[in-house]
Protein backbone atom coordinates (compact mmCIF):
# COMPACT_ATOMS: atom_id res chain seq x y z
CA UNK A 1 0.00 0.00 0.00
CA UNK A 2 1.37 3.87 -1.00
CA UNK A 3 0.33 4.53 2.53
CA UNK A 4 3.33 2.91 4.08
CA UNK A 5 5.95 4.35 1.77
CA UNK A 6 8.24 7.42 2.21
CA UNK A 7 9.28 9.89 0.12
CA UNK A 8 12.27 11.62 1.41
CA UNK A 9 11.56 12.85 4.75
CA UNK A 10 7.64 12.51 4.32
CA UNK A 11 5.48 9.66 4.94
CA UNK A 12 2.74 9.17 2.85
CA UNK A 13 -0.98 8.46 5.03
CA UNK A 14 -3.34 8.49 2.23
CA UNK A 15 -4.54 9.72 -1.38
CA UNK A 16 -6.61 12.89 -1.20
CA UNK A 17 -6.92 13.79 -5.14
CA UNK A 18 -6.64 12.53 -8.62
CA UNK A 19 -6.68 14.24 -11.87
CA UNK A 20 -5.68 13.56 -15.31
CA UNK A 21 -2.05 13.35 -15.05
CA UNK A 22 -1.42 13.33 -11.40
CA UNK A 23 -2.53 11.98 -7.79
CA UNK A 24 -2.82 14.29 -4.63
CA UNK A 25 -1.85 12.41 -0.95
CA UNK A 26 -1.89 13.79 2.41
CA UNK A 27 1.76 13.53 3.85
CA UNK A 28 3.32 14.21 7.17
CA UNK A 29 6.65 15.61 7.56
CA UNK A 30 8.54 12.49 9.61
CA UNK A 31 11.19 15.21 11.33
CA UNK A 32 8.22 17.91 12.24
CA UNK A 33 4.66 16.52 12.14
CA UNK A 34 3.63 18.78 9.67
CA UNK A 35 0.46 18.15 7.37
CA UNK A 36 1.40 18.34 3.52
CA UNK A 37 0.26 18.02 0.47
CA UNK A 38 1.70 16.17 -1.97
CA UNK A 39 0.99 16.77 -5.79
CA UNK A 40 2.38 14.17 -8.23
CA UNK A 41 2.68 14.68 -11.45
CA UNK A 42 3.25 12.18 -14.27
CA UNK A 43 5.33 13.04 -16.96
CA UNK A 44 3.38 12.41 -20.34
CA UNK A 45 6.24 10.81 -21.99
CA UNK A 46 6.44 8.20 -19.23
CA UNK A 47 2.35 7.60 -19.05
CA UNK A 48 2.41 6.91 -22.98
CA UNK A 49 5.28 5.02 -22.65
CA UNK A 50 3.21 3.14 -19.86
CA UNK A 51 -0.21 3.04 -21.93
CA UNK A 52 1.74 1.82 -24.80
CA UNK A 53 3.76 -1.03 -23.35
CA UNK A 54 0.24 -2.38 -21.27
CA UNK A 55 -1.92 -1.95 -24.50
CA UNK A 56 -4.45 0.18 -22.82
CA UNK A 57 -6.77 2.88 -23.62
CA UNK A 58 -6.03 6.54 -21.23
CA UNK A 59 -9.46 7.32 -22.06
CA UNK A 60 -10.76 6.77 -18.77
CA UNK A 61 -10.62 8.62 -15.68
CA UNK A 62 -11.00 5.24 -13.05
CA UNK A 63 -9.00 3.91 -15.40
CA UNK A 64 -6.38 5.99 -15.40
CA UNK A 65 -5.95 7.13 -11.64
CA UNK A 66 -6.01 3.35 -11.29
CA UNK A 67 -3.29 2.97 -13.44
CA UNK A 68 -0.93 5.69 -12.09
CA UNK A 69 -1.87 4.25 -8.95
CA UNK A 70 -0.22 1.04 -9.76
CA UNK A 71 2.65 2.75 -11.61
CA UNK A 72 3.85 4.81 -8.47
CA UNK A 73 2.89 1.68 -6.10
CA UNK A 74 5.40 -0.37 -8.39
CA UNK A 75 7.68 2.57 -8.41
CA UNK A 76 8.13 2.41 -4.79
CA UNK A 77 8.30 -0.95 -3.96
CA UNK A 78 11.31 -1.21 -6.55
CA UNK A 79 12.92 1.17 -3.76
CA UNK A 80 11.56 -0.82 -0.92
CA UNK A 81 9.08 1.70 -0.30
CA UNK A 82 11.69 4.20 0.49
CA UNK A 83 12.44 7.17 -2.39
CA UNK A 84 15.07 9.52 -1.64
CA UNK A 85 14.67 11.78 -4.70
CA UNK A 86 16.89 15.03 -5.31
CA UNK A 87 15.39 18.73 -4.73
CA UNK A 88 14.83 20.74 -7.76
CA UNK A 89 16.13 24.44 -6.88
CA UNK A 90 12.95 26.65 -7.10
CA UNK A 91 14.48 29.41 -8.21
CA UNK A 92 15.71 27.89 -11.39
CA UNK A 93 12.48 26.76 -12.03
CA UNK A 94 11.51 30.29 -12.15
CA UNK A 95 13.82 31.12 -14.39
CA UNK A 96 13.07 28.37 -17.01
CA UNK A 97 12.52 30.13 -20.64
CA UNK A 98 9.17 29.60 -22.27
CA UNK A 99 11.06 27.06 -24.56
CA UNK A 100 12.55 24.90 -21.69
CA UNK A 101 8.49 24.89 -20.46
CA UNK A 102 7.88 23.54 -23.64
CA UNK A 103 10.55 20.20 -23.48
CA UNK A 104 9.28 20.31 -19.86
CA UNK A 105 5.39 21.12 -20.04
CA UNK A 106 4.74 19.36 -16.22
CA UNK A 107 6.95 22.38 -14.95
CA UNK A 108 4.31 24.94 -16.28
CA UNK A 109 1.84 25.06 -13.50
CA UNK A 110 4.95 24.62 -10.90
CA UNK A 111 6.95 27.67 -12.50
CA UNK A 112 3.37 29.93 -12.72
CA UNK A 113 2.08 29.04 -9.26
CA UNK A 114 5.56 29.80 -7.71
CA UNK A 115 5.65 32.76 -9.92
CA UNK A 116 2.24 34.05 -7.68
CA UNK A 117 2.42 32.16 -4.36
CA UNK A 118 3.88 35.47 -2.44
CA UNK A 119 0.23 36.03 -2.29
CA UNK A 120 -1.51 34.85 1.12
CA UNK A 121 -4.71 33.28 -0.57
CA UNK A 122 -2.67 31.38 -2.92
CA UNK A 123 -1.44 27.44 -1.76
CA UNK A 124 2.52 27.58 -1.57
CA UNK A 125 4.75 24.89 -2.78
CA UNK A 126 7.36 24.14 -0.32
CA UNK A 127 9.90 21.75 -2.53
CA UNK A 128 9.79 20.15 -5.63
CA UNK A 129 11.09 16.05 -5.85
CA UNK A 130 12.07 14.51 -9.15
CA UNK A 131 12.11 11.36 -10.41
CA UNK A 132 11.85 9.31 -13.63
CA UNK A 133 8.61 8.56 -13.82
CA UNK A 134 6.85 12.11 -11.97
CA UNK A 135 7.62 14.96 -10.37
CA UNK A 136 6.15 15.51 -6.42
CA UNK A 137 5.41 18.63 -5.61
CA UNK A 138 5.25 19.41 -1.96
CA UNK A 139 2.61 21.94 -0.68
CA UNK A 140 0.90 23.40 2.10
CA UNK A 141 -2.09 20.98 3.06
CA UNK A 142 -5.47 21.72 3.72
CA UNK A 143 -8.22 19.50 4.98
CA UNK A 144 -11.20 21.41 3.02
CA UNK A 145 -11.99 22.39 -0.22
CA UNK A 146 -14.38 24.80 -1.58
CA UNK A 147 -16.98 22.40 -2.90
CA UNK A 148 -17.28 19.77 -0.21
CA UNK A 149 -17.81 23.01 1.93
CA UNK A 150 -20.95 24.75 0.38
CA UNK A 151 -22.27 21.13 -1.10
CA UNK A 152 -21.94 19.05 2.04
CA UNK A 153 -21.48 21.10 4.96
CA UNK A 154 -23.51 23.74 3.93
CA UNK A 155 -21.44 26.00 5.67
CA UNK A 156 -22.38 29.22 4.03
CA UNK A 157 -25.98 28.47 3.79
CA UNK A 158 -26.80 31.25 6.63
CA UNK A 159 -23.24 33.21 7.26
CA UNK A 160 -23.08 36.48 4.81
CA UNK A 161 -20.04 37.53 6.32
CA UNK A 162 -17.85 34.05 5.38
CA UNK A 163 -19.22 34.18 2.32
CA UNK A 164 -17.72 37.66 1.19
CA UNK A 165 -15.03 37.03 2.72
CA UNK A 166 -14.24 33.99 1.62
CA UNK A 167 -15.21 35.30 -2.09
CA UNK A 168 -13.01 38.88 -1.41
CA UNK A 169 -10.06 36.63 -0.62
CA UNK A 170 -10.10 34.45 -3.65
CA UNK A 171 -11.05 38.01 -5.71
CA UNK A 172 -7.42 39.42 -3.89
CA UNK A 173 -5.79 36.20 -5.01
CA UNK A 174 -6.76 36.45 -8.50
CA UNK A 175 -6.00 39.70 -9.08
CA UNK A 176 -2.56 39.25 -7.63
CA UNK A 177 -2.26 36.72 -10.50
CA UNK A 178 -3.42 38.92 -13.20
CA UNK A 179 -1.05 41.48 -12.12
CA UNK A 180 1.55 39.15 -12.60
CA UNK A 181 0.43 37.87 -15.87
CA UNK A 182 -0.87 34.63 -15.07
CA UNK A 183 -4.73 33.71 -15.89
CA UNK A 184 -6.09 30.63 -14.00
CA UNK A 185 -8.52 29.51 -16.59
CA UNK A 186 -9.60 26.68 -14.46
CA UNK A 187 -11.63 28.62 -11.28
CA UNK A 188 -13.95 26.35 -9.27
CA UNK A 189 -14.55 25.41 -6.08
CA UNK A 190 -12.71 22.18 -6.24
CA UNK A 191 -9.76 24.42 -6.52
CA UNK A 192 -10.22 26.63 -3.90
CA UNK A 193 -9.12 25.01 -0.59
CA UNK A 194 -9.91 26.42 3.25
CA UNK A 195 -8.08 26.32 6.42
CA UNK A 196 -9.36 25.69 9.49
CA UNK A 197 -10.19 29.39 9.84
CA UNK A 198 -12.18 29.94 6.34
CA UNK A 199 -9.01 31.42 4.94
CA UNK A 200 -9.23 30.34 1.16
CA UNK A 201 -6.73 29.45 -1.05
CA UNK A 202 -6.28 29.00 -4.25
CA UNK A 203 -4.51 25.65 -6.19
CA UNK A 204 -4.70 23.71 -9.39
CA UNK A 205 -2.04 26.26 -11.52
CA UNK A 206 -2.58 23.21 -13.97
CA UNK A 207 -4.50 24.78 -17.14
CA UNK A 208 -2.80 28.49 -16.10
CA UNK A 209 -1.36 30.83 -18.90
CA UNK A 210 0.35 33.44 -19.49
CA UNK A 211 -1.51 34.68 -22.63
CA UNK A 212 -3.20 37.93 -22.08
CA UNK A 213 -5.78 37.27 -25.07
CA UNK A 214 -6.87 33.70 -26.17
CA UNK A 215 -8.40 33.10 -29.81
CA UNK A 216 -12.60 32.63 -29.35
CA UNK A 217 -13.56 29.62 -28.58
CA UNK A 218 -10.23 28.37 -27.60
CA UNK A 219 -11.97 25.53 -25.12
CA UNK A 220 -10.59 25.68 -21.38
CA UNK A 221 -11.62 25.43 -18.24
CA UNK A 222 -14.10 23.16 -16.46
CA UNK A 223 -17.67 23.55 -18.62
CA UNK A 224 -19.66 24.85 -15.39
CA UNK A 225 -17.27 27.93 -14.94
CA UNK A 226 -15.94 28.21 -18.60
CA UNK A 227 -17.25 31.66 -20.10
CA UNK A 228 -19.03 32.01 -23.24
CA UNK A 229 -16.28 32.71 -25.69
CA UNK A 230 -14.67 29.94 -24.49
CA UNK A 231 -17.22 27.56 -25.38
CA UNK A 232 -18.89 28.69 -28.59
CA UNK A 233 -18.44 32.60 -29.47
CA UNK A 234 -21.25 34.04 -31.36
CA UNK A 235 -19.96 36.24 -34.26
CA UNK A 236 -22.40 38.87 -35.12
CA UNK A 237 -24.62 38.80 -32.51
CA UNK A 238 -26.04 41.43 -30.01
CA UNK A 239 -26.51 40.25 -26.77
CA UNK A 240 -27.80 41.78 -23.87
CA UNK A 241 -28.50 44.80 -25.73
CA UNK A 242 -24.87 44.90 -26.79
CA UNK A 243 -22.97 44.46 -29.79
CA UNK A 244 -20.61 41.68 -29.80
CA UNK A 245 -17.30 42.42 -32.77
CA UNK A 246 -17.51 39.95 -34.70
CA UNK A 247 -14.22 40.63 -36.19
CA UNK A 248 -12.54 39.96 -32.42
CA UNK A 249 -9.84 37.01 -33.16
CA UNK A 250 -8.59 37.29 -29.65
CA UNK A 251 -10.55 37.68 -26.36
CA UNK A 252 -8.62 38.97 -22.80
CA UNK A 253 -8.27 35.55 -20.51
CA UNK A 254 -8.59 37.66 -17.24
CA UNK A 255 -12.42 38.10 -17.85
CA UNK A 256 -12.59 34.25 -18.69
CA UNK A 257 -11.81 34.34 -14.62
CA UNK A 258 -14.05 36.63 -14.37
CA UNK A 259 -17.25 34.95 -15.21
CA UNK A 260 -15.72 31.67 -13.25
CA UNK A 261 -15.85 34.33 -10.19
CA UNK A 262 -19.90 34.83 -10.99
CA UNK A 263 -20.30 31.19 -11.38
CA UNK A 264 -18.94 30.71 -7.76
CA UNK A 265 -20.83 33.64 -5.66
CA UNK A 266 -23.58 31.96 -7.33
CA UNK A 267 -22.76 28.26 -5.83
CA UNK A 268 -21.64 29.85 -2.47
CA UNK A 269 -25.07 32.02 -2.05
CA UNK A 270 -27.53 29.30 -3.63
CA UNK A 271 -26.18 26.17 -3.39
CA UNK A 272 -26.40 26.11 -7.20
CA UNK A 273 -25.51 25.99 -10.68
CA UNK A 274 -26.95 28.18 -13.03
CA UNK A 275 -26.87 26.00 -16.20
CA UNK A 276 -24.25 22.94 -17.27
CA UNK A 277 -22.58 24.32 -19.75
CA UNK A 278 -22.60 28.45 -21.38
CA UNK A 279 -23.37 27.35 -24.86
CA UNK A 280 -26.39 28.83 -26.45
CA UNK A 281 -27.18 25.83 -29.20
CA UNK A 282 -26.77 22.80 -26.14
CA UNK A 283 -27.65 24.34 -22.75
CA UNK A 284 -31.47 25.30 -22.48
CA UNK A 285 -30.89 27.42 -19.36
CA UNK A 286 -28.16 29.77 -20.97
CA UNK A 287 -30.25 29.88 -24.12
CA UNK A 288 -32.70 31.30 -22.24
CA UNK A 289 -30.30 33.58 -20.33
CA UNK A 290 -28.49 34.67 -23.36
CA UNK A 291 -32.09 36.11 -24.58
CA UNK A 292 -33.19 37.63 -21.05
CA UNK A 293 -30.82 38.06 -18.08
CA UNK A 294 -34.04 38.26 -15.97
CA UNK A 295 -34.18 34.05 -15.85
CA UNK A 296 -31.72 34.24 -13.37
CA UNK A 297 -34.32 35.48 -11.27
CA UNK A 298 -36.50 32.71 -11.67
CA UNK A 299 -34.22 29.96 -11.35
CA UNK A 300 -32.47 31.12 -8.50
CA UNK A 301 -33.52 32.96 -5.11
CA UNK A 302 -31.40 36.12 -5.67
CA UNK A 303 -31.78 39.44 -4.10
CA UNK A 304 -32.30 42.14 -6.61
CA UNK A 305 -28.67 44.00 -5.58
CA UNK A 306 -27.26 40.12 -6.43
CA UNK A 307 -28.76 40.03 -9.79
CA UNK A 308 -27.51 43.35 -10.38
CA UNK A 309 -24.05 42.43 -9.59
CA UNK A 310 -24.57 39.43 -11.32
CA UNK A 311 -25.34 41.33 -14.35
CA UNK A 312 -22.47 43.27 -14.52
CA UNK A 313 -20.03 39.71 -14.23
CA UNK A 314 -22.12 37.56 -16.42
CA UNK A 315 -21.89 39.65 -19.87
CA UNK A 316 -21.44 37.75 -23.03
CA UNK A 317 -19.35 40.07 -23.86
CA UNK A 318 -15.95 39.63 -22.63
CA UNK A 319 -14.89 43.14 -22.58
CA UNK A 320 -18.11 44.55 -20.59
CA UNK A 321 -17.52 42.69 -17.86
CA UNK A 322 -17.02 44.43 -14.33
CA UNK A 323 -12.98 44.63 -13.82
CA UNK A 324 -12.01 42.91 -10.32
CA UNK A 325 -11.73 46.05 -8.49
CA UNK A 326 -15.35 47.28 -8.37
CA UNK A 327 -16.68 43.70 -8.02
CA UNK A 328 -14.52 43.49 -5.05
CA UNK A 329 -16.21 46.71 -4.14
CA UNK A 330 -19.70 46.35 -4.83
CA UNK A 331 -19.70 42.68 -3.24
CA UNK A 332 -18.41 43.82 -0.19
CA UNK A 333 -21.36 46.61 -0.35
CA UNK A 334 -24.45 44.54 -0.60
CA UNK A 335 -27.00 44.22 2.19
CA UNK A 336 -28.86 40.79 0.74
CA UNK A 337 -27.85 37.91 -1.43
CA UNK A 338 -31.38 35.95 -1.14
CA UNK A 339 -34.93 37.30 -1.78
CA UNK A 340 -35.88 35.74 1.64
CA UNK A 341 -33.55 33.05 4.42
CA UNK A 342 -30.44 34.11 6.35
CA UNK A 343 -28.69 35.64 3.47
CA UNK A 344 -31.66 38.29 2.80
CA UNK A 345 -29.97 40.61 5.25
CA UNK A 346 -26.25 40.68 4.97
CA UNK A 347 -24.18 43.60 6.53
CA UNK A 348 -21.90 46.14 4.52
CA UNK A 349 -18.25 45.34 5.32
CA UNK A 350 -16.40 48.47 6.68
CA UNK A 351 -13.46 49.25 4.61
CA UNK A 352 -11.45 47.56 8.30
CA UNK A 353 -13.01 44.29 7.11
CA UNK A 354 -12.38 44.77 3.92
CA UNK A 355 -9.11 45.41 3.94
CA UNK A 356 -8.27 42.88 6.19
CA UNK A 357 -9.84 40.17 3.62
CA UNK A 358 -7.85 41.21 1.32
CA UNK A 359 -4.47 42.24 2.33
CA UNK A 360 -3.00 38.86 2.39
CA UNK A 361 -0.47 39.89 -0.34
CA UNK A 362 3.21 40.49 0.28
CA UNK A 363 3.81 42.82 -2.48
CA UNK A 364 0.54 44.96 -2.24
CA UNK A 365 -0.26 47.47 -4.63
CA UNK A 366 -1.38 49.93 -1.91
CA UNK A 367 -2.04 52.63 -4.77
CA UNK A 368 -5.14 50.79 -5.45
CA UNK A 369 -6.56 50.35 -2.53
CA UNK A 370 -7.79 53.81 -2.34
CA UNK A 371 -10.80 53.41 -4.85
CA UNK A 372 -12.75 51.07 -1.58
CA UNK A 373 -13.37 54.36 0.64
CA UNK A 374 -14.59 56.34 -2.31
CA UNK A 375 -16.81 53.69 -3.50
CA UNK A 376 -18.03 52.72 -0.68
CA UNK A 377 -19.51 56.24 0.42
CA UNK A 378 -20.94 56.21 -2.94
CA UNK A 379 -22.70 52.66 -2.19
CA UNK A 380 -24.01 54.20 0.70
CA UNK A 381 -25.42 56.96 -0.15
CA UNK A 382 -27.66 55.22 -3.37
CA UNK A 383 -28.54 52.83 -0.48
CA UNK A 384 -29.94 55.13 1.47
CA UNK A 385 -31.66 56.72 -1.37
CA UNK A 386 -32.95 53.46 -1.96
CA UNK A 387 -34.30 52.73 1.71
CA UNK A 388 -36.70 55.74 1.05
CA UNK A 389 -38.01 54.03 -2.03
CA UNK A 390 -41.40 52.55 -0.55
CA UNK A 391 -41.87 48.64 -0.05
CA UNK A 392 -45.02 48.83 -2.64
CA UNK A 393 -43.10 50.16 -5.80
CA UNK A 394 -40.63 47.68 -5.22
CA UNK A 395 -42.61 45.07 -5.16
CA UNK A 396 -44.59 46.48 -8.06
CA UNK A 397 -41.38 46.23 -10.19
CA UNK A 398 -40.43 42.51 -9.02
CA UNK A 399 -44.00 41.98 -10.22
CA UNK A 400 -43.79 43.16 -14.01
CA UNK A 401 -41.05 40.95 -15.17
CA UNK A 402 -41.17 39.14 -17.76
CA UNK A 403 -42.89 35.95 -18.12
CA UNK A 404 -40.18 33.03 -18.87
CA UNK A 405 -41.09 29.72 -20.34
CA UNK A 406 -38.49 28.09 -18.18
CA UNK A 407 -39.69 25.92 -15.03
CA UNK A 408 -38.55 27.25 -11.72
CA UNK A 409 -36.32 24.71 -10.61
CA UNK A 410 -34.91 25.75 -7.03
CA UNK A 411 -37.63 23.93 -5.01
CA UNK A 412 -35.50 21.05 -4.03
CA UNK A 413 -32.33 20.57 -2.54
CA UNK A 414 -29.97 21.13 -5.73
CA UNK A 415 -26.47 19.97 -4.95
CA UNK A 416 -23.90 20.31 -7.32
CA UNK A 417 -22.32 17.90 -9.26
CA UNK A 418 -18.89 16.65 -9.16
CA UNK A 419 -17.39 15.03 -11.94
CA UNK A 420 -13.71 13.87 -12.51
CA UNK A 421 -12.23 14.78 -15.57
CA UNK A 422 -10.02 13.22 -18.10
CA UNK A 423 -7.36 15.22 -19.90
CA UNK A 424 -6.15 14.18 -23.15
CA UNK A 425 -3.04 15.99 -24.66
CA UNK A 426 -3.74 14.46 -27.97
CA UNK A 427 -7.12 15.48 -28.07
CA UNK A 428 -8.79 18.97 -26.72
CA UNK A 429 -12.59 17.63 -27.07
CA UNK A 430 -15.08 16.42 -24.95
CA UNK A 431 -13.91 13.51 -22.06
CA UNK A 432 -15.62 11.41 -20.24
CA UNK A 433 -17.03 11.89 -16.73
CA UNK A 434 -15.37 8.88 -14.29
CA UNK A 435 -19.41 7.78 -14.12
CA UNK A 436 -18.97 6.79 -17.80
CA UNK A 437 -15.83 5.16 -17.04
CA UNK A 438 -15.36 0.73 -16.60
CA UNK A 439 -15.13 -0.19 -12.84
CA UNK A 440 -12.16 -0.32 -11.03
CA UNK A 441 -10.00 -3.27 -10.88
CA UNK A 442 -6.70 -3.81 -8.92
CA UNK A 443 -4.26 -5.99 -10.20
CA UNK A 444 -1.93 -5.11 -6.98
CA UNK A 445 -2.51 -5.43 -3.47
CA UNK A 446 -3.61 -1.79 -2.85
CA UNK A 447 -6.61 -2.31 -0.52
CA UNK A 448 -6.41 1.30 0.87
CA UNK A 449 -6.16 2.72 -2.91
CA UNK A 450 -9.21 0.82 -4.28
CA UNK A 451 -11.54 1.79 -0.82
CA UNK A 452 -10.49 5.51 -1.57
CA UNK A 453 -11.26 5.09 -5.64
CA UNK A 454 -14.96 3.21 -4.59
CA UNK A 455 -15.62 5.73 -2.44
CA UNK A 456 -15.09 8.55 -4.53
CA UNK A 457 -17.14 6.80 -7.56
CA UNK A 458 -20.33 6.57 -5.02
CA UNK A 459 -20.47 9.89 -4.31
CA UNK A 460 -20.50 10.90 -7.43
CA UNK A 461 -22.97 8.80 -8.47
CA UNK A 462 -24.88 10.29 -5.48
CA UNK A 463 -24.19 13.67 -6.66
CA UNK A 464 -25.32 12.91 -10.34
CA UNK A 465 -28.59 11.89 -9.05
CA UNK A 466 -28.94 14.68 -6.99
CA UNK A 467 -28.09 16.54 -10.62
CA UNK A 468 -30.31 14.53 -12.66
CA UNK A 469 -33.50 15.43 -10.57
CA UNK A 470 -32.71 18.89 -10.18
CA UNK A 471 -31.84 19.54 -13.73
CA UNK A 472 -33.63 17.14 -15.97
CA UNK A 473 -35.30 19.77 -17.85
CA UNK A 474 -31.91 21.09 -18.51
CA UNK A 475 -29.47 18.05 -18.82
CA UNK A 476 -27.24 18.43 -21.37
CA UNK A 477 -23.82 16.61 -20.45
CA UNK A 478 -21.56 16.03 -17.97
CA UNK A 479 -19.35 19.02 -16.82
CA UNK A 480 -16.16 18.48 -19.00
CA UNK A 481 -12.80 19.74 -18.85
CA UNK A 482 -11.03 21.09 -22.00
CA UNK A 483 -7.32 21.03 -22.25
CA UNK A 484 -5.79 24.57 -23.72
CA UNK A 485 -4.26 24.85 -26.94
CA UNK A 486 -2.56 28.12 -27.10
N1 LIG B 1 -2.63 21.52 -1.07
C1 LIG B 1 -3.69 20.70 -1.00
N2 LIG B 1 -4.23 20.38 0.19
C2 LIG B 1 -5.30 19.55 0.26
N3 LIG B 1 -5.91 18.99 -0.80
C3 LIG B 1 -5.41 19.28 -2.01
C4 LIG B 1 -4.28 20.12 -2.18
N4 LIG B 1 -4.02 20.24 -3.49
C5 LIG B 1 -4.95 19.49 -4.11
N5 LIG B 1 -5.78 18.91 -3.23
C6 LIG B 1 -6.93 18.02 -3.53
O1 LIG B 1 -6.65 17.24 -4.66
C7 LIG B 1 -7.59 17.53 -5.71
C8 LIG B 1 -6.86 17.47 -7.04
O2 LIG B 1 -5.83 18.43 -7.02
P1 LIG B 1 -5.52 19.31 -8.29
O3 LIG B 1 -6.79 19.97 -8.71
O4 LIG B 1 -4.36 20.18 -8.02
O5 LIG B 1 -5.11 18.14 -9.29
P2 LIG B 1 -5.42 17.99 -10.81
O6 LIG B 1 -4.63 16.80 -11.24
O7 LIG B 1 -5.13 19.24 -11.53
O8 LIG B 1 -6.97 17.71 -10.78
P3 LIG B 1 -8.06 18.15 -11.86
O9 LIG B 1 -7.66 17.49 -13.14
O10 LIG B 1 -9.35 17.62 -11.27
O11 LIG B 1 -8.05 19.65 -11.92
C9 LIG B 1 -8.15 18.92 -5.36
O12 LIG B 1 -9.45 19.11 -5.89
C10 LIG B 1 -8.15 18.89 -3.85
O13 LIG B 1 -9.31 18.25 -3.37
Request: hydrophobic content about 35%; glycine content about 4%.
Amino acid sequence: MLSDCLLNNFRITSQIGSGAYGLVFHVVDILTNREYAVKTVFKSSSMDEFYNKNGLNNNSQVARTTLLQTQLYHFFKSFQKKLFLPLVDLDSILQLTENELNRLPHYREIAFQLKVQSHGNIVKIHQVLESSIATFIVMDYYDRDLFTSIVDHKHFINDGVLIKKVFLQLCSALDHCHRLGIYHCDIKPENVLLDRNDNAYLCDFGLSTKSKYLAPNVCVGSSYYMAPERILYCLNTTTNGIHVDECCSSLPTDTGDIWSLGIILINLTCIRNPWLKAHQKEDNTFHHFANDNNVLKKILPLSNELFAVLTKILQLNPYTRIDMKTLMSEVSSLTSFTKEGPLSQVPILSSEVYMTHIIRNENLFLDDLSHFAADQEQDQEQEQVQEQVPEEEQEQEEDVEPESDIPSTYNSDGSMEKYEYTNNHNNNTFLSSSMDSTPYQSDIDDVGAFKDCKLQQDTLRNRLLCLQMNFSTFTDGPNEKWLPDY
